[in-house]
């Protein structure tokens, strides 16, 4: 059922028909459907978005998106984007984490000016005492974004960290190379749609898999993000940390923006730590079709806002 929906929206997300039509509404106003899981197009609305979720005592990193550009041109714009990005939230005052993307940096068009877009964006992170997470994309590109971390890693760069998708068969290896390197590292499932051969099919093996990477990176890891919404893997978290001792500043809990906001504030409220993904910018397109096909129940809120988006007089 779960690669049935994923296959559907993948599907969907490739469409330029469907993107051309929801990006005409998606984010038209504060109430339009994509707002949901997006902060709005501009630095400046991602930045209020992270105004109000610090101010409910959580944490943020900011996600500038965008994903397979074709061009260095474009690979370049993003590059640049991110750097100003990185003066605006530096002079708002608020956390400095960010999350990006290696093919959103070029790595389709050529690696190395990609490494180079990366390195520049690291450098600016460095002076102004940034976080830099680098979101990991469809399993093409798992072992060439590792190789791309692990050499700026080698270079001296401190300021970044990877993801690990439990999905994937090879990941245990993965976190085990990363405690040993010392680098940050978050869990997720994954979102992408993989082939059996390479990735755990059923919920249950993800899930498994999930709880066993997550104690290996609790008990040896570098300040590890526990990135889900699910409650059985939150409550196998909390649990392994009370029978280790491990308190809750040695990790951190992560969400997406929009997504089980009852146990962001809940969790948060119980002293864990707790950082919200917060997404925004105009390619907001293939991130929304990935959320809406992790529960397809989110469809229903989508239709019924569309209708009453096109109902409504343009503003
Ligand atoms: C901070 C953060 C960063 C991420 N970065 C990456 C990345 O770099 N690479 C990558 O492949 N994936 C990434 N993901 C996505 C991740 O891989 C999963 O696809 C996603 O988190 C859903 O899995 P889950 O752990 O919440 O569990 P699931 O078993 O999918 O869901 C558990 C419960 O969470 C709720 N839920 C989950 N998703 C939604 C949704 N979209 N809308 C409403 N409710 C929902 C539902 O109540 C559901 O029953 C990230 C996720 C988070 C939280």
Redesign the pocket.
Known sequence: MLSVSKAVFHALAASKGMKSLASKYGLRTERSFARR?VAGESVADAIAAARRIEATGMSQ?LDFLGESVATMAEADRATRAYLVTLNEIAAAGIGRNI?LKLTQLGLTVDRATCVDNLRRILDGATAHEFFVRI???DSRYTQVTFDIFETLWQQGYRNAGV?V?SYLRRSLDDVRRMNALGARV?L?????REPRRIAYPS?GEV?AA?IDIMRVLMAEGHHP?I?????A?LDATRAFARERNISADRYEF???Y???RDLQTQLAAQGYGM???IPFGSEWYPYFM???G??P??VGFVVRSLLRERAAPAV
């Open positions: 899981f990193t999350s979101d990991m994309e993801v998708q978050r997720v499932k994954g979102a992408y919920k899930d999930f993000a990135a889900t919404h699910d409650p893997m992560q969400m997406l929009g997504v089980r950082r919200i993904y990935r959320r809406l992790e529960r129940a989110n």
